[in-house]
Structure formats: C-alpha cells, structure tokens
C-alpha cells in the first residue's frame, strides 16, 4: 500500500514536469526559436 502511495508521488511530478516542458516549448514556439523548441521537444519524448 505504501509503495503505491509513493507510485502516486512521482507519478504527480512527472505530470508536472511533463506539463511544464510543454509549456516552455510552447513559449518558444510562439518566439519562433524553433531550435530551442526542437531540443524541448526531443527531451520530452527521451524522457517518456
């Protein structure tokens, strides 16, 4: 039981991180730096 609790945890701050890395390629999209976006992008699918 615990360890599912502790499951819950990280499986919260992925989301978050997942959610925030969004967020960050999607600002610099909206700036045109497509190069940064392009790197933001390929560090999400790596990490998922």
Do not use: G, W
């Not at 499986?11 to 978050?16: I, K």
Request: proline share 0%.
């Amino acid at each position: 039981m615990q360890r599912l609790e502790v499951y819950k945890n990280y499986q919260h701050l992925y989301d978050l991180r997942i959610a925030i890395l969004l967020n960050l390629s999607t600002l610099y999209l909206y700036n045109q730096d497509k190069n940064m976006c392009k790197q933001i992008c390929y560090t999400l699918l790596e990490d998922a």
